[in-house]
């Protein structure tokens, strides 16, 4: 009884935690304080970094979009070093880390799942409905690179790669933040596949993750394609200006393309 009241209780804590997190805002104080400008009244009246970068500046957009990421790496982190390492559980955590539930052994253990990776979704529900801003908050871009920062090298170098591919082709921070998403949430589910398929050796597990830190199982890949999809449709107005043609384009792109021409001659 006692350990099916903990798993009823640490996702909802997670979910909790990531939510209060997740809805912690950095942009509105900045806007009021220094530019004396609240940033949902003017532009796309998104709080987001890219709406606020376009109103502020690039190092603004950079600052906001590292404390949207963090939102989400915060929560994780902590519900993962709570639930791992407190010794509350005869003398252990309530669950064993990654590396000895890919391997198996998770026997003694109250919580045999990677419940952590609900305060992420927690996060997200935070991002787009801040509990301190009337519920209107960012598009979850920034939750969903949170959450890829933390998973793998692997999935972070591919997701970087397609963002930056995008970005340089079609100058869209909306676009190139979807296509990366899609291209994420794919590799999520190959990734969790052939982990829970027992495809990556386990003496590599170390190496191909951050360390026996996170479990990259379905758990993981559900979380990341809700995120993904919310994000998606969040970005819905982004779609449509750019079907119209109306959508604007970030225009450090083009700063650093003409300096590269400008160096090659």
């Excluded at 190092?59 to 010794?87: E, N």
């Excluded at 990341?224 to 919310?230: A, L, N, P, Q, S």
Aim: proline residues 4%; positive net charge.
């Amino acid at each position: 009884m006692k350990i099916l009241l903990v798993n009823i209780l640490a996702p909802i804590a997670c979910i909790l935690i990531g939510y209060i997190i997740g809805s912690a805002n950095i942009s509105i104080p900045i806007g009021k304080l220094i530019f004396k400008q609240d940033p949902r009244e003017y532009g796309s009246h998104n709080v987001g970094a890219t709406n606020c970068g376009r109103l502020w500046g690039r190092k603004w957009f950079w600052l906001i979009f590292l404390f949207d990421t963090l939102k989400t790496i915060a929560p994780l982190y902590l519900c993962w070093s709570l639930l791992t390492y407190v010794p509350i559980h005869h003398g252990h955590g309530l669950m064993p880390d990654a590396y000895n539930m890919y391997i198996g052994n998770v026997d003694g253990f109250a919580i045999k799942w990677p419940v952590y990776w609900l305060a992420c979704l927690g996060a997200l529900f935070g991002n787009v409905f801040p509990l301190f801003l009337k519920f209107k908050g960012g598009k979850a871009a920034s939750t969903y690179l949170g959450l890829t920062f933390t998973t793998s090298w692997g999935l972070t170098t591919t997701g970087v790669i397609t963002y930056l591919i995008c970005i340089f082709k079609t100058k869209y921070v909306s676009f190139s933040s979807i296509i990366c998403g899609i291209e994420n949430a794919i590799a999520s589910w190959v990734w969790a596949i052939l982990l829970m398929c027992k495809v990556i050796p386990a003496k590599m597990y170390w190496f191909i993750l951050w360390g026996p830190m996170f479990y990259c199982n379905y758990v993981f890949a559900i979380v990341m394609t809700i995120i993904v999809i919310v994000m998606v449709f969040r970005h819905h107005e982004n779609i449509a200006r750019i079907k119209a043609g109306t959508e604007r384009k970030v225009q450090w792109v083009d700063q650093i393309l003409h300096r590269n021409k400008q160096v090659e001659n």
